[in-house]
């Protein structure tokens, strides 16, 4: 079950609209390390944990990330507010307009749309839990390459909220793969799929 | 008028603060749950953000259908957070 509260993780207050920005910030939106994406990996991929203490990990994070999902909404929405013709035929933001005007629809800064071929749910909590390691990296850097485009405070402070997140998140995955491997052979990790071979 | 947003603003910020406390030691709990430390920092900003929660929700609307009262639907005329200014 999901509640909804009215405000964000994170205060988002743009006063500066710029299209520009808006196209490159917007890939955290629906890009291959985006948000979307990494919300519906750790949510999909909790029913296949066999262990409850790693499904709350997947749960917490993915729910963040479906608040996260709504600050960088936040961001490319207030980026792209009240912009007239003229600054969208300049800022070369023309080609998204066409298609969806000012809306925030989920799509990489190249213009690939999201696709749910960018995460895997492979029903084996090991090779799960390292994918997801990579992703916080993956999304981390992104905000990295995504900070070194930016001068206004208004946009560099969300954004260094988000990517302090991801090294957080990396964090608690590490430890839950700890987790898991305490609770296996350590003479081999990988002799079964704890949730495919031991049934329960 | 102004001076109430600031007030407003500033309930808000409380809000996301002790939220954020919350939100980040239930992650830690998640992969440390039998920490005493972090289960005192727990109920201590659980409690915090309860109650500022209800302190907002007197005065400036709900921000969620378990702080809301029902008497007034305001949930339909209060802002939306990403309208920015929130």
């Known amino acids: 079950m999901f ?25 955290q939106y629906g890009g291959p390390d985006g948000e979307i994406g990494a919300s519906l990996r750790y949510l999909s991929q909790r029913f296949a944990s066999p262990y409850r203490q790693v499904s709350a990990v997947l749960t917490d994070i993915g729910t963040e990330e ?16 009240n912009l007239t013709p003229e600054q969208i035929k300049a800022s070369g933001f023309a080609d998204y307009y066409i298609d969806h005007t000012t809306g925030v629809w989920p799509q990489a800064a190249g213009g690939v749309p999201f696709t749910a ?25 992104t905000y990295d390459n995504i900070l070194r485009m930016l001068d206004d405070p208004d946009i560099i402070a969300p954004i260094k909220f988000l990517r302090e997140r991801e ?18 052979d350590c003479r081999n990790f990988y002799s079964m799929n704890p949730a495919f071979d031991k049934r329960r | ?13 409380q ?21 005493e430390e972090a289960l005192a920092y727990f109920r201590r900003y659980s409690a915090l953000r309860k ?12 921000l969620s259908m378990d702080t809301a009262k029902g008497d007034r ?14």
Request: net charge negative.
């Open chain 1, 3 to 27: 509640q909804y509260e009215k405000r964000l993780q994170f205060p988002v207050n743009i006063k500066k609209p710029d299209a520009k920005v808006a196209q490159m910030i917007m890939s």
């Open chain 2, 1 to 13: 008028m102004g001076e109430q947003r600031d007030e407003r603003k500033l309930l808000l910020q």
């Open chain 1, 66 to 81: 479906l608040a996260h999902l709504e600050m960088v909404g936040s961001i490319v929405h207030q980026l792209t507010h």
């Open chain 2, 51 to 62: 109650k500022a929660l209800q302190a907002y929700t007197q005065r400036y609307g709900a």
């Open chain 2, 15 to 35: 809000i996301d603060q002790y939220s954020f406390a919350v939100d980040d030691v239930k992650l830690f709990l998640d992969t440390h749950p039998h920490d």
């Open chain 1, 167 to 184: 090294i957080v998140h990396f964090q608690r995955f590490g430890e839950a793969l700890r987790y898991v491997q305490d609770q296996l």
């Open chain 2, 73 to 86: 639907w305001d949930w339909v005329d209060t802002p939306w957070p990403w309208e920015g200014a929130y």
């Open chain 1, 117 to 141: 071929t960018e995460f895997q749910s492979k029903g084996d909590i090991i090779t799960d839990l390292h994918e997801d390691m990579a992703a916080e990296q993956k999304a981390r850097t």
